[in-house]
Each structure stands twice: as C-alpha cells, then as structure tokens.
C-alpha cells in the first residue's frame, strides 16, 4: 500500500513548533516511503477562524520546503481538500446517519438547561460533564417528530459503558482503555457542521490516508477514533502520537507567536534550514550521532520508529548554535544579502560594509547579532581602562600606555592601512620588542575598539576606520591610561 500522510491543520493563526514538527514528520514519513504529502485544511471553527491564516499556512509549507503532493491548490482526485468546502457534499451528514442506522450513533435534543444540569468529572485536569445517554432511549416515532417539528439537535456517538477498548499506536504499542471511560461525544454539532473528532476520521478513511502524527494529548480521543473506526468496519490508519514539546522550565510551550512559532523565529533572524532542521530533532533521533542535516538528509534518514515519548524541550540556546552552524556554512553572497540590512542599521558612515560583514560572519548566531557586535566603528563606545589588563596577553594599564605611546608615531608615519602593511609594521615592533603578539595587539584593539570582544583583530578594524580615526582612537585611549597611571 502506498504510504499517504495529511498535514490537516486549522487556519487560526501563525504555525506554532508544534504544527510545524507535524507537518514535517507527515512530511517525512511519506517522503522517506516514496509516499504522498496532503494539505488538509480544517475550517469547520468558525469561532477561531483568523482572516489571512490560510495564506500563512501555503507560506510557510512552500518556504520550509514541504511541498504537499496533494491539497486545495492540487487535486489528486480526494478533494475537496477544505472542510467547509467537504461540508457542502453531505459527506459527514451521510455517514453520521449510517452511524445512527447501525445504532452506533443517536440524535440528541437536551437543551442547554438539561446539559448543564448533568454531573461533572475532572479529566486530566479539566472538569467536563458527562452525558447520561438519556435520548438513545428515544423511540423511533418520538425521534421523528421532534426533527419534523425543527427542534435542535446533536449527533452522538453511542459508546458502550462497559468493557474496553484498545487501540495501537507505533510508539506506545497497545494502549486500554475501559470504555466507562468513553462520553458519547458529539459527531455533528448543532448547527450541522461535523465535530473535528468525526471529520478527522471520516476525511482520513475517505482520501487513504495511511499514517496519522498528532500530539499525545490526543492518545485520550483514540478509543474514539477507533469505535468509530470498528463501527464502520474500517481499516485504521497508523497512528503515531508525538512527545510533548516543553520549554526550558518543562512547561508546555505557549503560542503566543514569538519564537513558538516559525514567523516569529524568521523575524529573530533565523535561517529557514537551520529551524527545520532543529525541529526534525525534537522528539526524533537518528541512528548516527549527528546533528546538522539538509532535508534532502532527513528524508533519507528519518525513521519514524526513533522518534522518542519524552518530552522535547525547546532549546533556544542549541538552536541558536545551530543557527550559527549554518550561517558559517552559507555563501558570502546569500549571507551578505541577509546582513546587510543589520549593518545598515548600525552603521550609517561610509565603511566597506562587505569587509565588515566577513568579519561578523562565523562570530553571530543570528542576524540581530550584527549591530551590538560592529556599533563600534560608528563611535567608540564609553569603556573602562580595566579593559586594559588581560593576565593571558600579561597586559596591564602601565604597559599598555608604554605600548600605544611607542606605536603611536610608527602608524602616524604609516601611509598604507591595509590590514597587511599595518601587521607588517606591527610584527616589527613585536619581534624588537621581543615579547609576544597579544602583547601589543591587545591595548591597540582596546583603543580602537573600545570592547572586550570584536568581530576581528586590531589591524583588520583599523583598515576599516582609517588612519585618522584609528590615530584618534589611540590617542585618546593614551589620555586615558595616563590620567590613570599618574
């Protein structure tokens, strides 16, 4: 059987992580199989509809590179491939009725007094209430004439209150549960639309899919879902229930669109390739012991069946290192194409900006990264003589003063400030001296940087400063080491 997964997600917002690894595991379990990837929009709530939501999802499928074989865009003969479109056909009517003739599912007409009124219980952690099946004792003749009067009306699942039912999943095994357990939930709402519960099954049977991947916080809906399945006589799909993604306390990771969602990662500088590949490993190891990897890689490599039923933490600090991994990798070209814009906005002289943006590139992890680190060649930043004293270069305020006074007339008569001629000139000074480079090289990208750490050395910053501002710099880190020193 050909392997087809659907990535069925509602149009309410951004894509949080979360949908964003569903998708991609789909993804990749149809790819790895030589399978078909489908597009499912699922509308039916009307209430958490968000206008522009859709366009966000085609979006983000095209520029992550899951291109779906199947969907409202591409009919592959299942279609519609939108649920409020799927409504229009009949379809969940239809088979909510089959349902009922094979008492498997009955008509509801408690109002909201009468539903209120039933008793509640606290499942994990929620207190819903539980129906009393008080209309499957309805008669035919009675169920009749309350739909010929118009009197609003449910569709119910009739689940059995006594044995059990076991469902299987790829990662959990044979999961039990007694079917006391189980509420006659709702199939078709009141105002005729279908449950998200019911249209799933019902749209997963009707277009073959194969392979289901949803969080585990719908292991509890299962038994449901293969009632449903037994009662129609059903093959069910495969299901394959994910591990929590928490954030770094262990806490469910929220959706309040930041770096929950992949929009908001891209807007925090990060690389498209770098948060997909981040996102295929939480939850999922491959064999080797290895991090990085291209899509073309995980979709050769990826085994659902090592996909792990631990929670997955959101690492912003490995994604962040990862994220530089790649930047490191890209062409100068892509990567000052992207950098750009950062170094305009810190940097509004006239400085070689593509030298600058060389410098920066294996030291940012993230594109935000760029003005903090280069601020200085605009103007040289308030910084404290301590600066001065590092115990590895065996630097220290009185000989870095001695330094800068005796560099001070040898780069006044350098002409050539290319980052070549003034470590040339430096080297010299160095080997007369007969101490070591750091030595020198240390108080002078102090003056002329006014940081503790730089995107680059001493002669680098000062090719791109020039010599009149590398002379300033210096000359006033001198002032400021004497008012110390004396």
């Not at 992550?64 to 056909?89: A, F, M, N």
């Not at 059995?160 to 357990?181: C, K, M, Q, R, W």
């Not at 690492?315 to 750009?340: S, T």
């Amino acid at each position: 059987m050909k392997i087809r997964t659907r990535y069925a997600p509602s149009p309410t917002g951004r894509m949080h992580v979360g949908n964003l690894r569903s998708a991609l595991y789909e993804f990749l379990i149809a790819k790895h199989a030589g399978g078909d990837f489908m597009l499912r929009i699922e509308d039916t709530d009307q209430g958490r509809y968000v206008e522009g939501a859709t366009e966000i999802i085609y979006r983000t499928l095209k520029t992550t590179g899951l291109i779906h074989d199947e969907g409202p865009d591409k009919d592959g003969g299942y279609g519609p491939y939108v649920q409020s479109e799927r409504i229009k056909t009949g379809i969940y009517m239809k088979y909510a009725k089959e349902l009922i003739d094979k008492g498997e599912a009955y008509y509801c007409f408690c109002d909201k007094e009468r539903l209120a009124s039933l008793k509640t219980e606290v499942v994990e952690g929620k207190e819903i209430s539980i129906y009393d099946k008080h209309c499957l004792s309805l008669s035919k003749e009675e169920v009749e004439a309350n739909l010929a009067a118009g009197k609003p009306f449910v569709i119910r699942q009739n689940n059995p209150s006594e044995g059990s039912t076991t469902f299987h999943d790829e990662l959990y095994g044979d999961i039990t549960v007694e079917n006391a357990e189980l509420d006659d939930m709702i199939l078709i709402k009141s105002d005729g639309f279908p449950t998200y519960n019911f249209a799933n099954v019902v749209d997963d049977h009707t277009m073959n899919i194969t392979h289901v991947v949803r969080g585990n916080e719908y292991l509890s809906s299962s038994p449901k879902y293969t009632r449903l399945y037994d009662a129609f006589g059903w093959e069910p799909p495969k299901y394959i229930h994910l591990p929590l993604v928490t954030d770094e306390n262990h806490k469910k990771l929220a959706k309040r669109g930041g770096s929950e969602s992949f929009e908001g990662l891209l807007e925090q500088g990060f690389l498209t390739e770098a948060i997909v590949n981040f996102i295929a490993l939480l939850g999922w190891s491959p064999e080797e012991n290895r991090e990085i990897f291209s899509l073309d890689e995980l979709i050769r490599e990826f085994d659902y069946h090592r996909i792990s039923k631990s929670p997955a933490v959101f690492d912003m600090v490995k994604l962040r290192w990862m994220n530089g991994e790649y930047i490191k990798a890209m062409d100068f070209d892509a990567f000052y194409e992207k950098a750009e814009p950062y170094l305009k906005k810190a940097l509004t002289k006239e400085y070689d900006l593509k030298k600058i943006a060389a410098m920066v590139k294996t030291r940012i992890e993230v594109f935000p990264d760029i003005p903090e680190l280069v601020d200085f060649f605009e103007r040289l930043p308030e910084y404290d003589t301590a600066m001065y004293t590092h115990k590895k270069m065996k630097t220290n305020v009185q000989s870095s003063l001695e330094v800068l006074r005796e560099v001070l007339p040898l780069l006044e008569k350098q002409e050539d400030y290319t980052n070549d001629a003034l470590y040339e000139t430096l080297s010299k000074y160095v080997a007369e001296k007969g101490c070591k480079n750091g030595y020198v090289m240390w108080p002078i990208r102090t003056a002329v940087s006014g940081k503790q750490t730089t995107p680059a050395g001493a002669t680098e910053i000062m090719e791109v400063l020039g010599k009149e501002e590398s002379l300033n710099r210096i000359r006033q880190g001198i002032r400021m080491l004497e008012t110390v020193v004396s």
